[in-house]
T-cell receptor
Framework: GAGVSQSPSNKVTEKGKDVELRCDPISGHTALYWYRQRLGQGLEFLIYFQGNSAPDKSGLPSDRFSAERTGESVSTLTIQRTQQEDSAVYLC??????????????FGPGTRLTVT | SQQGEEDPQALSIQEGENATMNCSYKTSINNLQWYRQNSGRGLVHLILIRSNEREKHSGRLRVTLDTSKKSSSLLITASRAADTASYFCATASSGNTGKLIFGQGTTLQVKP
């Protein structure tokens, strides 16, 4: 079956512009996560969705970052007024579980964002 | 901030040898997971070990967990060139989010 997909795969933007990153989770997966990975680093948690609600936004680095999910499916991560430090790979993952202590997550290929 | 630390940061071995990677973490956990990442993109789940388990096997992978020391190890036996990748441990804490806290990763190179 289809895995998690993300678009675009690469995005180059100028400092100060807004960007939208899209994630299509595995059909039927209730939980959806966004992570950020800077070059050579581990993944940093950004936000978690349970259905269309986001009970944990604790990882969003600033108010320039926001995310939404609709139809318990597609999610969009928006970064406003991008800064060079936003350059990273943004990874989306989904899981069939409603949290509950955690299960394996299925990752998309990521969007590589470069802010010039 | 990162939950865990992994060592070594980089490991280079010959095909056929075993590779051992270690992970330490700071807070109590519900489970610990290991993921593999090729070419800096999507991660693939390898194995999950729960806090009440001490050892788990999957094919050529063996994972141990010592909750008293807050540490885990991943052993890959009879390594192959295709095992070349970055390996990350990730912890899931008690609670309802299931979010994972990742270590910095170990880069493994297996030379043919």
């Amino acid at each position: 079956g289809a895995g998690v997909s993300q678009s675009p795969s690469n995005k180059v933007t100028e400092k100060g512009k807004d960007v939208e990153l899209r994630c299509d989770p595995i059909s039927g997966h209730t939980a959806l996560y966004w992570y950020r990975q800077r070059l050579g680093q581990g993944l940093e948690f950004l936000i978690y969705f349970q259905g269309n609600s986001a009970p944990d936004k604790s990882g969003l680095p600033s108010d320039r970052f926001s995310a939404e999910r609709t139809g318990e499916s597609v999610s969009t991560l928006t970064i406003q007024r991008t800064q060079q430090e936003d350059s990273a790979v943004y990874l989306c993952a989904s899981s069939p579980a409603l949290g509950g202590g955690g299960r394996e997550q299925y990752f998309g290929p990521g969007t590589r964002l470069t802010v010039t | 901030s990162q939950q865990g630390e992994e060592d070594p940061q980089a490991l280079s071995i010959q095909e056929g040898e075993n590779a051992t990677m270690n992970c330490s973490y700071k807070t109590s956990i519900n489970n610990l997971q290991w993921y593999r990442q090729n070419s800096g993109r999507g991660l693939v789940h390898l194995i999950l070990i729960r806090s009440n388990e001490r050892e788990k096997h999957s094919g050529r992978l063996r994972v141990t967990l010592d909750t008293s020391k807050k540490s885990s190890s991943l052993l890959i036996t009879a390594s192959r060139a295709a095992d070349t990748a970055s390996y990350f441990c990730a912890t899931a804490s008690s609670g309802n989010t299931g979010k994972l806290i990742f270590g910095q990763g170990t880069t493994l190179q297996v030379k043919p």
